[in-house]
């Protein structure tokens, strides 16, 4: 089993920044692939960025040029660096870990809540 703690969310104002952190514990394998996706009240849950073992990232266009996606492969910590904000991010963020190959978990954590208002 993996257990998934995210941290860093709060309330901050359109064009302010927030940094998420996750540190994974447990099972992990490696290669494996970690993410931040985000849920909306009454929307569906979207991905936002993945980042796997090696470093190779993926992010959603909705997201480019604003989020970053990093990790410290020897804390087992993913991070997420928002930047320039919007209302429209308002969402929980959660964490996921996906050990590779698949058949070897997939995980999530409890989410973190983010709220851009002003």
């Known amino acids: 089993q993996v257990q998934l703690v995210e941290s860093g969310g709060g309330l901050v104002q359109p064009g302010g920044s927030l940094r998420l952190s996750c540190a994974a514990s447990g099972s992990i394998s490696r290669p494996n692939v970690m993410g931040w996706y985000r849920q909306a009240p009454g929307k569906q849950r979207e991905l936002v960025a993945t980042i796997t073992s090696a470093h190779s990232t993926y992010s959603a266009d909705f997201v480019k040029g604003r989020f970053t996606i990093s990790r410290d492969n020897a804390k087992n910590t993913v991070y997420l660096q928002m930047n320039s904000l919007k209302p429209e991010d308002t969402a929980v963020y959660y964490c996921?870990?996906?050990?590779?190959?698949?058949?070897?978990?997939?995980?999530w954590g409890q989410g973190t809540q983010v709220t851009v208002s002003s």
């Open positions: 996921n870990l996906r050990n590779l190959p698949q058949s070897r978990g997939d995980y």
